[in-house]
């Protein structure tokens, strides 16, 4: 499918599940977070409804669409990466399956009924858009990476509000701000239940944290799930980490 691209804009692909999606540099391209969110994702058997949050250029909506029986709806501000997102939607003929809204995350109630989601994926900003923190001149990095446009409150007051009861929550973060993020879930009701941790590299502290919650659950029986080592002693990527991205 012939799909146009704009100025520094490329088509990568995971090859794990076959998918493509266009990245620009200038603007935004996916991490290794965006992957490892797709992968902590757990998705039933049954027909759901899934929304990302935060969503980017799209990538954990992508990532997760071969997994999904039922729709998924991206929620993008900003209108580059969200143009970016639905034309790799298109590239992967995917328009049946995934919307992607590009709008603020406070208008989500407009566009998604409230408590009609299964589930709720999220790669939020990690830092705090503080007067002293040094930020990214790129102004659609800047707000990818800093909590300029939206934050942990916002993000855990839509997700409660379109969440059903029982729906399930995740999130990939920064272990740093794992105990705010905690407090924050708990705040608005969704109940941390498993948390897992990612090594850049064996007797290296963690650098990224994996943490799923459900809506209205009880609290207590959290459970801390095996950690994810991401480089090997010969600096290459982990057998997991190789088939999250390359497949089996």
Do not use: W
């Amino acid at each position: 499918m012939n799909i146009n691209l704009n100025e520094n804009e490329r088509i990568d692909q995971l090859y794990s599940n076959d998918v493509k999606i266009i990245q620009n540099p200038e603007v935004f391209s996916f991490s290794l977070d965006a992957v490892l969110l797709a992968y902590f994702t757990k998705i039933p058997l049954k027909k759901i409804k899934l929304v990302d949050l935060c969503a980017g250029n799209g990538a954990v909506g992508l990532f997760l669409a071969h997994k999904v029986n039922g729709i998924i709806d991206s929620v993008e501000l900003q209108p580059k990466l969200a143009d970016m997102a639905k034309r790799s939607v298109t590239l992967n003929d995917l328009d049946n399956k995934l919307t992607v809204i590009q709008d603020d995350l406070l208008n989500s109630f407009k566009h998604i009924k409230k408590d009609s989601v299964d589930i709720i994926t999220c790669n939020p900003p990690y830092f705090p858009n503080l007067v002293s923190s040094k930020k990214n001149p790129n102004k659609h990095l800047a707000i990818a990476r800093h909590e300029i446009t939206t934050n942990l409150d916002d993000i855990m007051k839509i997700s409660a509000g379109l969440l059903k009861t029982n729906g399930k929550a995740f999130f990939v973060y920064r272990p740093d701000r794992l105990t705010e993020l905690f407090l924050k879930m708990s705040e608005h009701g969704i109940i941390p239940k498993q948390v897992q941790f990612v090594y850049p590299r064996i007797n290296k502290n963690a650098n990224i944290v994996l943490v799923e919650g459900i809506k209205s659950g009880k609290i207590g029986g959290l459970k801390a799930l095996s950690p994810i080592t991401v480089y090997d002693e010969n600096n290459e990527y982990s057998p997991l980490i190789r088939e999250m991205l390359y497949g089996k």
